[in-house]
């Protein structure tokens, strides 16, 4: 159980990472390999973020536990495929389960806090991503698991470049998905009445809009997107039951980054995030990739508030 | 000598400009007014003198030295204090609390930081309290003070904190109209007993008449017209202003 | 009258406290930890209770002090390579270089805590909100993943402590009292901050920070101040904590963002936050609480605390001191003074 420290002399991050920078240098397609990767890894940042975008945008509630409903939803795509159903099932089902979950939640907790300051719906959702971890950690187990699309490899550039042929399918079906809910928000009746609310909850309820309806209503919405997402990350990658908090940081830089409700301004920042996440990861090692992510976040955060305090303001 | 100079103060928000070439002066020791219909710049001209946001051109100058760049505590250090409309006090906080931490921090330094309070602190916190008329309140939280008393408690504090400058903005408005005789009266005595400088932003025609010395009116962000309170009440252009036309 | 009351409570209280780990010689070491979770409570409380600002961060600088101290103990009395063999080992260290190398440990651990609470603050303290309380969250998991790359301090399978020298039934009673004492000072020194122009200060900045900076507070000044003093005790703490649990894991012992990170900000506001007793009574119940669901949820006590995060913020967000101070405020001395203000002027 106990594992003693292993310490090798000599051997920092810093030699490997400068190497990994020169090998950028003397062989450029490993750059353009990473790029893609990240390129097609971003779109489903983006997707995810756009769901927390609007449920801080309409609710003023930061979803901790978003990224949860990323690894719900992947777990479900693949108890899906387990059953014998065809993968291609995986996605739409993952957005019903996590609809229906999504508002389980919202009726459960999630209407408490809304009228609450931030920090208790933060905490709130905090206390739901750690229920969900570990009721997903007891069914599921902490393995790591990935689903098989069975798709292959598209090989370009003399065979130095390999492009998964499922990461390409993810990326179009986001970029796909994504459209279709900007559509629906746009054209729809109960689109029009969540916008508004976002704009004025109150003159909202004054016109008649049942306002508390539509919370639930996008915040499982919101949901079932993520767990779109989760279906198309367990195909490209793999889930486990603590992977969730990292897509929850993500989609948080990627909405400070992008702003509430820009969406072309979420995909560019959340496929800028993969290329730059992807790039990180191959330069200071893999086990680097997360304290990546989580710094960059603090970095971000930081960096903006600087930029504002020059304007005598604050981030707030 | 003038305490406080606006020169050429410009403030423009996207593309509405909020305060265009402004120029006002505050001498040591009198009351100034600032009145305008809504919307015509008084909060920004208010904000951009104590660095809430930054002048797109144009200069403050407070007791000679150039205060634009500044940030809010240091000018708030320097002795120019403002209230604001939407009166901000610390709810949770008691109201003798509220005014012990009030007291000024020009020269204050780590060591202070983890003193006890005086008791001159207290004894003057009790004495403005009572100047305010809110003595018998005083261990409430001030959270659960009305809305006048607590513009009366905000005013309190500004006092606890030895302003040389203190820009007040509208500190009759959500006040029992019983009451703002005696405020006026408070105002006056800020001025004269503590030797207070005061620029007041108020919407109230009668209280302003009564208390300025000599009043700027703005309009659309624009300097309209300033003069002692019986010119600028019998200005066209201030009437204009007033009731709409333009 | 009164005085001397709350004088006999203390001292009783604190008899109690010396007297406990031989009352219940079982729990020695639950009662330990029980220390460790009430300065937990009070050092996240002058953070998220008394100052306004959230934080998911302040375990990065127990961890700190834990890996501090271990790495200072190691450094000591070992060559760095030949550590790995001899840990095991019960006499590895004589019991005077142990505590020798724990407390200079922990002062080291504490002393760099505030130092990099200080670095950390410049940037992040400007922070309002929201922003503040993600912001110090992606700071606690980027510096356990830090910390699980750096081989130098054990990469991601952990780090040893050394083993504690003598038998292990003093081990619980050494901790204890290692732990009581740090937990008690933390209480005797935050008391004193918050009797102070700080103690008025840092709850100004809770209630509004922008009429505090318009009131010309030095609000960046008080609120380093008081992210200092939480890194402090809690880098000291870390480095005894470490050698009580033995073992260091960077993501579930040290930087333990969703254990322990989580729990500070619970207990303090089970007990009600801003209040000097509130997180020392939430941090009782709520590690009472946790022993139960370890002991009868076995399998599913981490599940059970998810539920109860939940269940305490969204049922009972005001705490228990809360629950208090609304029913009873005049208990809290919030009362209308009858005196008059011409009584007053007879008085003085």
Redesign the interface.
């Known amino acids: 159980m106990k594992v003693p420290p292993r310490f090798v002399p000599g051997r920092g991050p810093f030699p490997t990472m400068i190497d990994n920078f020169l090998i950028l240098f003397d062989a450029p397609v490993f750059a353009v390999q990473l790029l893609i990767d990240g390129l097609l890894v971003g779109a489903l940042f983006a997707l995810v973020a756009y769901g927390m975008a609007l449920v801080w945008g309409v609710m003023n509630i930061i979803n901790i536990a978003q990224g949860e409903f990323v690894i719900m939803g992947g777990y479900v795509a693949l108890t899906v495929a387990n059953v014998g159903i065809p993968i291609v099932f995986g996605l739409p089902l993952a957005f019903i389960v996590l609809f229906f979950a999504g508002w389980l939640v919202f009726r459960i907790v999630i209407c408490r806090v809304v009228d609450q300051d931030l920090f208790t719906s933060i905490l709130a959702t905090f206390g739901i991503s750690i229920l969900l971890q570990q009721l997903m950690n007891q069914i599921f187990t902490a393995d790591v698991r990935t689903l098989e699309s069975g798709l292959g490899m598209w090989f370009v550039l003399d065979n130095m470049v390999t492009i998964s042929q499922i990461k390409v399918v993810t990326f179009v079906v986001a970029l796909a998905f994504g459209a279709a809910i900007i559509m629906f928000m746009k054209t729809s009746r109960l689109g029009q009445s969540i916008r508004a609310t976002a704009q004025n909850a109150r003159a909202a309820r004054i016109m008649g809009i049942n306002t508390d309806r539509v919370y639930a209503f996008t915040y499982a919405l919101n949901a079932a997107i993520c767990g779109a997402a989760g279906a198309l990350v367990v195909m490209t990658w793999l889930v486990h039951p603590f992977g969730g908090l990292a897509y929850t940081v993500r989609s948080f830089m990627i909405v400070v980054i992008a702003g509430l409700g820009n969406f072309p301004a979420v995909v560019a920042a959340g496929i800028g995030l993969g290329a730059l996440e992807n790039y990180a990861g191959f330069m200071l090692g893999t086990e680097f990739q997360m304290a990546f992510i989580f710094g960059l976040l603090v970095a971000i955060l930081v960096w903006r508030n600087f930029r504002l305090k020059k304007q005598r303001m604050v981030l707030k | 000598m003038s305490m406080l100079q606006v020169s050429n103060a410009s403030k423009s928000f996207g593309g509405v400009l909020a305060n265009r070439d402004i120029s006002i002066e505050v001498p040591e020791g009198k009351i100034i007014g600032l009145i305008g219909p809504n919307g015509s710049g008084k909060t920004t001209l208010f904000n951009s003198i104590v660095g809430y946001h930054p002048l797109d051109s144009g200069s403050v100058r407070f007791q000679g030295s150039e205060i634009s760049k500044m940030i809010v505590p240091q000018i708030a250090r320097l002795g120019l204090l403002r209230t604001f409309q939407q009166t901000r006090i610390y709810g949770k906080m008691t109201c003798v609390q509220n005014m012990q931490i009030s007291i000024p921090h020009r020269n204050t330094n780590i060591g202070h930081m983890f003193a006890k309070l005086p008791p001159e602190v207290m004894e003057k916190a009790d004495h403005l309290l009572d100047f305010v008329g809110l003595f018998s309140k005083r261990k409430l939280l001030a959270g659960d003070l009305s809305f006048g008393q607590q513009k009366l408690l905000e005013f309190a504090m500004a006092l606890m904190n030895d302003p040389k400058l203190l820009l007040l903005d509208e500190p009759t408005a959500g006040i029992n109209p019983t009451l703002i005789n005696g405020l006026i009266d408070r105002l006056k005595r800020a001025n004269a007993d503590f030797g207070i400088t005061l620029l007041v932003i108020e919407h109230n025609m009668r209280v302003i008449m009564n208390l300025a010395e000599h009043i700027y009116c703005l309009a659309h962000g624009e300097l309209l017209a300033e003069g002692n309170p019986e010119s600028v009440q019998n200005d066209q252009r201030v009437i204009d202003a007033y009731l709409g036309a333009h | 009258m009164t005085r001397n009351r709350k004088y006999v409570f203390y001292g009783l209280i604190f008899v109690l406290a010396l007297a406990a780990p031989f009352l219940a010689p079982d729990y020695q070491t639950q009662l330990a930890f029980l220390w460790l979770m009430i300065l937990f409570a009070l050092t996240w409380d002058i953070m998220g209770g008394q100052m306004g600002y959230?934080s998911?961060g302040n375990v990065v600088f127990f961890g700190i002090g834990m890996y501090t101290t271990a790495v200072t103990q190691r450094n000591l009395y070992f060559e760095?390579?030949q550590?790995?063999s001899v840990?095991g080992l019960v006499d590895a260290v004589t019991p005077s270089q142990y505590v020798t190398g724990m407390f200079l440990g922990m002062g080291a651990g504490a002393i760099l805590a505030v130092f990099i609470a200080f670095i950390l603050g410049i940037?992040?303290l400007?922070?309002?909100?929201?922003?503040f309380?993600?912001?110090t969250?992606?700071?606690t998991?980027?510096a356990g993943?830090?910390a699980?790359?750096?081989?130098?301090?054990?990469?991601?399978?952990?780090?040893?402590a050394p083993v504690f020298p003598l038998a292990l039934g003093e081990k619980g009673i050494f901790f204890y009292y290692v732990l009581m004492t740090l937990a008690v000072m933390t209480f005797v020194v935050f008391q004193?901050?918050y009797?102070?122009?700080?103690g008025?200060?840092i709850?100004?900045i809770?209630?509004?920070e922008?009429?505090?900076?318009?009131?010309?507070?030095?609000?960046t000044?008080?609120k380093a101040?008081a992210w200092c003093a939480s890194a402090f005790f809690l880098g000291a703490a870390g480095g005894a904590t470490g050698n009580l649990v033995g073992?260091i894991d960077p993501l579930d012992v040290a930087f333990a963002g969703?254990t322990f990170g989580?729990w500070m900000?619970?207990m303090a506001?089970l007990g009600g936050k801003?209040t000097m007793w509130g997180p020392v009574i939430g941090a009782a119940v709520f590690h009472i609480t946790q022993e139960l669901f370890w002991t009868y949820l076995f399998?599913?006590q981490?599940?059970a605390?998810?539920?109860?995060?939940?269940i305490i913020?969204?049922?009972f967000?005001k705490g228990i001191m809360g629950f208090l101070h609304h029913h009873w405020p005049q208990l809290f001395?919030?009362?209308?003074?009858?005196?008059?203000?011409s009584e007053?002027e007879g008085k003085a």
């Open positions: 959230n998911f760095v390579e550590y790995v840990s940037g992040i400007g922070l309002r909100g929201h922003y309380a993600i912001c969250l992606g700071l998991i980027a993943e830090t699980g790359g750096i081989d130098y301090i054990g990469g991601g399978s952990g780090m040893v004193r901050l009797s102070s122009q700080f008025l200060a709850n100004a809770r209630d509004d922008d009429k505090a900076e318009a009131m010309g507070l030095h609000t000044r008080y101040v073992f969703s989580v900000v619970l506001i801003g399998g599913w981490r599940v605390l998810g539920a109860l995060i939940v913020v969204v049922f967000p001395g919030q009362t209308v003074d009858e005196a008059s203000s007053r």
